[in-house]
């Protein structure tokens, strides 16, 4: 049924794009001067990715399990065009989500639940603004073009190498996570009698951005909490690397599923 592998590929897009979103709360933990908060509502925004991986997982092994994979170009395509998208909403919002954000923490902060949180943040009107601006191809693509040449710089400029060497590494990470499920996909389609094995697969292309993270991103990035600037810039960077990583990940994938 192409409509429920749609389905499926919109879920996960989506359940990229609020593991991705969940970042600007550092941000706007900094900007609150209460870290903790921030990084305790993107540990709550993840929760809701997992809300959303409850619903993508099962359906996806349905698919497999009833032989309903046969994905061709399309789906996979509309896949890395809707997650494009949501990652370009991320980029347009970098600035505008941290402050917005930040008047959630506050009320987190100060013992207020986060419904009363959202209810009582303008969220709308910034998320609905960003989403047109997101459009912006020529905007997105300077930020983008912007964020590559800085790094590049701070790579041969020793005094800044290790901070941009950290960010960059991790946003490698990301082009396996991306691209996991339409690559599952694709050796579903090869080997269709082992679909449970092959879905276990899926753990090994997400554990790099998850061990990297643990263990070397977020213990550096602690270590920038004492300057707002310096952490709302690394997050920024990252926004910027991980809508590279999309662009990486599709070059890599779709070929597979051009014959």
Not at 65 to 83: E, I, S
Not at 107 to 118: D, L, M
Not at 194 to 218: C, R
Request: hydrophobic share 50%; glycine share 6%; charged share 10%.
């Amino acid at each position: 049924m192409p409509h429920l592998v749609i389905v499926c590929f919109t879920l996960l897009a989506f359940l990229h794009f609020f593991e991705g979103f969940g970042f600007f709360f550092r941000s706007s933990g900094a900007i609150a001067d209460n870290l903790v908060a921030g990084y305790t509502m993107q540990s709550s925004l993840g929760f809701l990715s997992r809300i959303l991986g409850l619903g993508f997982t099962p359906l996806f092994a349905y698919l497999a399990d009833t032989k309903q994979l046969n994905v061709g170009l399309g789906p996979v395509l509309y896949y890395y065009l809707a997650l494009f998208y949501l990652m370009a909403v991320n980029v347009s919002g970098e600035n505008k989500f941290s402050i917005v954000l930040a008047e959630l923490v506050n009320y987190v902060s100060n013992g207020k639940t986060i419904f009363y949180a959202i209810w009582n943040t303008p969220l709308f009107t910034p998320i609905v603004h960003t989403c047109l601006n997101a459009f912006n191809f020529a905007s997105l693509f300077r930020l983008t073009w912007q964020a590559l040449c800085d790094a590049s710089v701070g790579l041969l400029n020793g005094k800044n190498r290790r901070y941009y060497a950290i960010i960059i590494i991790f946003s490698i990470t990301y082009v396996p996570f991306y691209a996991c499920w339409p690559m599952i996909c694709f050796f579903i389609m090869k080997f269709p009698d082992k679909p449970a094995t092959l879905i276990a697969l899926s753990t090994f292309f997400t554990m790099a951005s998850s061990v990297y993270q643990s263990l070397i991103f977020d213990p550096w990035m602690s270590s920038l909490s004492s300057s707002r600037d310096e952490l709302s810039s690394a997050n920024s960077l990252l926004i910027r690397f991980k809508f590279v990583a999309v662009f990486v990940a599709m070059i890599v994938t779709l070929p597979l599923f051009c014959y």
